[in-house]
């Protein structure tokens, strides 16, 4: 449902949630490709602010306007960690 609830959030702001798939930086030896991951994780995090600022002006409030553009607010996470373990 992605309420955010994880994030105590202040009034008319917003928290954009993304993830990373660790399977894909396992490569058929069975090696995780720490570099990869690294170099992923930083253009995901500039990727993520990015569309902040693409839908800056598709607020239906100016104070959300606000809001969001003083928090910047984002939650990266990870998924397929069991699967990478298993490969």
Excluded: W
Excluded at 14 to 41: H, M, P, S
Excluded at 66 to 79: E, F
């Amino acid at each position: 449902t992605n309420p955010c609830g994880e994030q105590p959030l202040a009034a008319y702001t917003a928290c954009n949630l993304g993830n990373i798939n660790l399977c894909k930086f396992v490569d058929e030896q069975g090696r995780f490709d720490y570099a990869a991951l690294a170099e992923t994780t930083k253009t995901a995090t500039r990727f993520m602010d990015n569309i902040i600022e693409y839908n800056m002006e598709n607020h239906a409030l100016d104070k959300i306007r606000k809001a969001v553009a003083s928090d910047r607010r984002i939650g990266l996470g990870i998924t397929g960690l069991a699967d990478a373990l298993m490969m």
